[in-house]
């Protein structure tokens, strides 16, 4: 589908989306630390900067790790992704252990810089729930006080055609809701 923004807004945010269909190529390691770089920028509350990143490149010893995370449907297209990552964020500040309550906000706004700054660059970058998360705790050896958030697969990306056939349909630009539907003057309105 075209995508069609109701206001005006930057090119960037409208056009990034989330393929499936990777390569199989490898990404630079200047690439990959550009996108952590992006990231890096991200806003916190009190500056605090509570996400993680553990990554895994095809072909390493890391990989099989993050892969075996993953639920079979999303095993089934990330095979030519280059890279696995798992988002997690810090659930405390750091000078006095007490909660901080925007953690996973926090993280979520790192992983959208990362995001856009991969689709600017012309990278698949598709983010993922579906896959285990008690085990990624388990197996990436995440101390306890930090979350899980999410997992991303970033990629070159590849042809459609190669995709399995039933992701192949899905493999297109989705919509949005509108924004009255969703942001509310004054009270909450269903
Ligand atoms: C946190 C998060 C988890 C997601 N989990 C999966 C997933 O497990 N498998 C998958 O194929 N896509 C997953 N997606 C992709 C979403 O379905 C996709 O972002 C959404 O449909 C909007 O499409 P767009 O990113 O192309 O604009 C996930 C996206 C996010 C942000």
Do not use: C
Request: proline content about 6%; charged content about 25%.
């Amino acid at each position: 589908m075209q995508r069609k923004a109701q206001f005006p807004i930057e090119r960037l945010l409208l056009d990034r989306w989330s393929p499936r269909a990777m390569s199989g190529e490898s990404i630079t390691e200047q690439e990959l630390m550009t996108l952590f770089e992006a990231a890096r920028w991200a806003p916190s509350s009190y500056n605090v900067q509570p996400w993680r990143f553990v990554y895994a490149r095809r072909d390493t010893k890391y990989w099989t790790t993050l892969f075996n995370l993953l639920v079979p449907f999303n095993q089934s297209w990330t095979t030519t992704a280059a890279v696995l990552v798992v988002v997690l964020s810090k659930n405390t500040f750091p000078w006095n252990d007490k909660p901080a309550r925007t953690h996973s906000f926090d993280a979520g706004a790192s992983w959208q810089n990362l995001a856009l700054q991969g689709y600017a660059m012309g990278l698949v970058v598709h983010g993922m729930e579906g896959f285990d998360y008690e085990k990624a705790k388990r197996e990436l050896a995440v101390p306890d006080g930090y979350t899980v958030e999410a997992m991303i697969a970033i990629g070159r990306p590849g042809k459609k055609e190669q995709l399995p056939k039933e992701l192949q349909e899905r493999e297109e630009k989705s919509d949005r809701h509108p924004v009255n539907l969703f942001a509310f003057e004054g009270t909450f309105k269903h």
